[in-house]
């Protein structure tokens, strides 16, 4: 890998920091004229200075933003099963999710994985077995009409693995109809074709535990009327492993045969690894256990990881378990009358992106608020080895996560924006230019053989394992991905590497080889195509990539071809079922942001499309400096599990109209 310029000329740069969109004090308020924009930089002043204004009263004394991260009603209805299986029933707690639960039901009865998606079975059947925990009625009308869909549907029987699982734990799903994970799998080494190190880290912080679970099978019977037998449509017979229609000749149903194999390897007698696999898998716990009880930084790692031990026999008196249980309530969020559990946590990547977007919007790099997130930023900064080093063991640390702590799981995105930001304040005593360095280096490390990077390892891309039967959700690898590759090149070329650079060289390759053939680029953390596009745009503009090459033109010509009539972008989730739909959906403040942005780096920025978007942002500003944002537009598992982070409607468009204003007075000025 070559990082010629990593080492030492970067050393160089910290002596040239970026510098930030400032708006001239003297000019704020007086109508500029620049390319036909007559007064338009002085209503994007007055909007800037609301949203700034905003975010100064959101800032936490300690120097960080922080904003919720919305799912679906699966991670909070779980969390009710868990308490349960533990014995910790809690009556005010059960009635305040219960109220989660119903405000979030449909008309139809149902719950989906994203606000305006449709029902989606695996959800309803979730929501509906939590609310009878909860002390619902199976006659509660509520419960009547989710019933219809669910076994309309199917029934029960076709719900996806993790809600088989956490029925399965009531004697509500029978364990034969699950799929297998032995145990001894966490001992395979690392050159096994299939380890856990080949498994994304968020698949592998979930599997590893839960090959305990699936091992021990606990069972913590109902009391009666509490069970969920009504929503079978056969209920005495064994469903099947997986529902799928398959072709006798693919590698899910190979995997499906191999999994009966497994089932029946399951009741012999002896198995001379099983025992010293569950102590390995019992320690490893423990080790990737954080210090505040957090596993992974995931609801998921965090959940299996607690039933694991119970299964092993520890009792919630246990301390892992004890701090397991807090680190989740620190996820929760009570609001009027209802408790909400989180998915993830996302401090780090909120309080870089905000930043950056105060800093694009004007405000003075010494700005106390400026000062005191970077100080933050930079006590954040892991500097001991995680799992990624398992293909990287030569490779010193030095990334961020995304979240409060999560040692063992930084990650390239939170990393790369990260430094964009404290490249700027190399100088401080409060960050060491050692530290810089060891960032740096971090993600230039973790370049995968394609070119590309991924989120959290290299070269993770074993696409066979997405068809084992426990991956249902298509997301047990980590891939290099152009939106990721995309915000890595805007750090480079922020901090001065070019087209000369062989890992500059060999990411645009990587791009122009993931690049759709109508001109976007897929977007694998964000919805969707706007996303991606966006982000590699970005990216090339940062590095220097000549615009005008019919590649990049093809994906401005997408871009533009797809605004909407009332100026904003915007894009469904379904997009990513259906690719047709790319860019089909209401307009939103995060989305028309993200064009915007990537129109400007492709040197549009006078172009009417962004006039257009500009003018949507500013007509749909709150008075208070915000945006509203129903939609989910970020993404967890695409298809499977949406976000909607509530940051990204006020930081992505404050952070496109200060580049605006930026661009249309550099353009003004020569």
């Not at 799981?409 to 990393?415: G, K, S």
């Not at 967890?636 to 976000?643: A, D, E, R, S």
Request: aromatic share 10%.
């Amino acid at each position: 890998m070559d990082t010629t310029l990593g080492k030492g000329k970067s050393r160089l740069l910290r002596q040239h920091f970026i510098k930030p969109v400032l708006l001239p004090r003297k000019t704020k308020n007086k109508p500029v004229a620049v390319a036909g924009h007559t007064g338009l930089l002085d209503s994007i002043s007055e909007a800037l200075e609301k949203t700034q204004a905003y975010y100064r009263e959101q800032q936490h004394r300690d120097g960080y933003w922080w904003y919720e991260l919305e799912s679906n009603v699966t991670i909070t209805a779980e969390y009710l099963m868990l308490f349960h299986f533990l014995g910790l029933k809690d009556q005010e707690r059960d009635r305040k999710i219960a109220s989660h639960i119903l405000r979030n039901q449909r008309s139809d009865g149902t719950w989906a994985i994203y606000r305006g998606g449709k029902g989606d079975l695996s959800t309803t059947v979730e929501a509906y077995f939590a609310l009878k925990l909860a002390g619902l009625s199976a006659e509660d009308p509520a419960l009547r009409k989710a019933r219809g869909f669910i076994r309309e549907k199917g029934g029960v029987e076709t719900a996806r693995v993790f809600t088989r699982v956490f029925l399965a734990l009531f004697g509500e799903f029978n364990w034969r109809a699950i799929p297998s994970i032995p145990v001894e799998i966490n001992l395979l080494p690392s050159w096994s074709p299939i380890n856990i190190y080949n498994f994304s880290s968020w698949a592998r912080s979930t599997i590893v535990p839960l090959s305990v679970v699936l091992e021990v099978k606990p069972v913590r019977p109902l009391p009666e009327g509490l069970g969920i037998r009504e929503l079978y449509k056969d209920p005495h017979k064994v469903p099947p492993v997986t529902t799928q229609k398959l072709s006798p000749f693919t590698w899910k149903r190979f995997f499906i045969v191999l999994d009966r194999l497994l089932k029946a390897l399951e009741s012999v007698p002896v198995r001379p690894l099983k025992n010293r696999a569950l102590r390995n898998t019992e320690r490893w716990l423990l080790e990737h256990q954080e210090p505040g009880g957090d596993w992974g930084g995931i609801q998921p790692a965090m959940i299996n990881s607690i039933l694991a031990l119970s299964a092993m026999g520890y009792g919630v008196s246990y301390d892992p378990i004890r701090k397991g249980l807090e680190a989740l309530g620190r996820f929760t969020i009570e609001k009027d009358d209802e408790l909400v559990l989180q998915s993830c946590i996302s401090p780090v990547w909120d309080t870089a992106l905000t930043a950056l977007a105060l800093l694009y919007s004007g405000v003075e790099q010494e700005h106390a608020h400026m000062e005191e997130a970077c100080k933050w930023l930079a006590s954040r900064q892991i500097l001991r080895k995680g799992d990624w080093s398992k293909k990287r063991p030569s490779l010193a640390p030095g990334g961020w996560a995304f979240e409060f702590e999560n040692n063992w799981y930084p990650d390239v995105d939170d990393t790369a924006v990260v430094l964009m930001l404290l490249n700027r304040y190399a100088d401080r005593h409060y960050i060491k230019p050692e530290n810089l360095e060891s960032g740096l280096q971090w993600v230039l490390g973790m370049q995968g053989k394609d070119g590309g990077w991924g989120a959290f390892d290299v070269d993770n891309d074993m696409s066979l394992l997405n068809q084992l039967p426990f991956g249902d959700l298509e997301a047990m690898i980590d891939p290099s991905t152009p939106d990721i590759t995309g915000r890595v090149l805007e750090l480079l070329g922020l901090i001065g590497y070019g087209q000369t650079s062989d890992i500059v060289r060999r990411a645009i390759e990587f791009l122009k080889k993931t690049q759709e053939e109508c001109g976007p680029w897929w977007g694998r953390w964000g919805v969707n195509y706007i996303y991606g596009t966006s982000s590699v745009l970005l990216g090339l503009g940062s590095v220097g990539e000549n615009m005008s090459m019919p590649y990049v033109k093809k994906a401005v010509g997408w871009l533009k071809i797809n605004q909407h009539l009332d100026g904003g972008w915007g894009e469904c989730c379904e997009s990513y079922d259906d690719p047709t739909m790319k860019c089909c959906g209401t307009s939103t403040p995060s989305q028309t942001a993200w064009a915007v942005l990537g129109l400007i780096a492709a040197g549009e920025a006078t172009g009417e499309e962004v006039a257009r978007g500009i003018a949507y942002l500013l007509k749909n500003q709150r008075a208070d400096g915000t945006w509203d944002e129903e939609e989910f537009t970020g993404t967890g598992f695409p298809k499977y599990f949406m976000i909607r982070y509530h940051n990204y409607r006020n930081c992505f468009p404050l952070m496109a109209l200060g580049k605006f204003v930026s661009n249309v007075r550099d353009k003004g000025n020569n």
